[in-house]
Structure formats: C-alpha cells, structure tokens
C-alpha cells in the first residue's frame, strides 16, 4: 500500500487492519465475517437443542403407553384373581352344603334304624312286661350311642347342683332339703353337643325352707 492510500484509509476512520484485500482488490470486512459464524452457531445449538427436545418426547410418550400398557394388564390380571376368589367362595359354600347333607343323611339313616328296633318292640304281642322293657332299653342303649357318636351328651345335673343360667331352665322354686337356690330336682333334662347346648334342662330349684327347718331340729336335738 502507498503512503496516500494509507493516509486516506486513516482519513476515512476505518483502521487498515480490520480490512483484507480478497485478491481482487475488494476488500472484507472482518467483523461482518465473525457475526455470520456466530449467527450460524446459534442456529445450530438451536437446532440441536430442537432435536434433542423431540428425542425427549418420543421418550416420554415410549414410556407413558408403556405404562399404560402395564396398568391394563394390571387390571386383568386383577380381574381374573376376583373372578377366580368368587368361583373358589362358590365351590367351597357348595362343598360346605354338600358335607352338612351328608352329614344329616348319616345321622337320619341311624336314627331310622333305632326307629325301627323301636317300633318292633311296641308291635310286639306279648304280655311280658319284662321282655318289653328290656326290649325298650336296649333301643334306648342303640338310641345313646347313636347320639354319642355325633358328641352329644346329657344335661342332668344331680340335686345341690349351683344352677348355670347357660345350661339350667329354672322353672319353680320349690320346697326342699337341699341348699337355696341350688337344683332341687330335674323336670326335663337338656343336651349338649361339645360345647353348644342345644336345649337346656329344666330345672325346679329349692327354697332352702326344709333345710331351714332340718337344721332348727338338729338344733332342738
């Protein structure tokens, strides 16, 4: 560069190290270049960060059908399971129904057999007291075993016996010699099968005045 080009480059403002000769004589402004390479930059983070967004939602989206698709099989399977507990209620209340008819038809077809045994005894003609009766108590003898077998025994508290409101139906009090309010004696006995009662003996219970008066006369004596 010549001295007058120089010294009309400083006049112009422009400093001569911010401008390059392109080989044709024109020259380039530096600081135009730079703003186009960041410019450019920009735009290719942007895009990056567009893509990357879009990779994010496809990721997402990928994820929510996959739970979706976990939730729906959930709920199969969960329908299926309570389909299956009330089909296994069913067969067990059936199985359940079915044991108590068995049960019953066994107990029915003993008790039939006492019946029998029992009936033959009463169309019996004879006028032997005696072999009757023993015919009578050896059904009854049948009769308790049958009622053993299915663990029922008998309620027949003995006299003096504290009353159990549980397995004791008082019906009077009644005048005797044994302690107040104990059994005086047993109108009607009751059963019980383990340990449910399934009919309470009627008892009369005592009034404790003949044991009162015993006592005054033992006192006399």
Partial sequence: MSEDEGTNASAQGVPSGDRSDDGDGVETDAGDESGVETAESEAETTGDESEGDEETVEQLRAELEEAEAEIEDLESRLKRKQADFQNYKKRAKKRQEQMKDRATEDLVERLVGVRDNLKRALEEDSDDVESLREGVEMTMREFDRVLAEEDVSEIDPEPGTETDPQRHEVMMQVDSDQP????????????????????????????????????????TE
């Fill in 180 to 219: 107040e309010g104990t059994v005086a004696d047993v109108y009607t006995p009751g059963y019980e099968m383990g340990e449910k009662v399934i009919q309470n003996a009627q008892v009369t219970v005592s009034n404790g005045e003949l044991e009162d008066d015993e006592s005054a006369e033992d006192a």
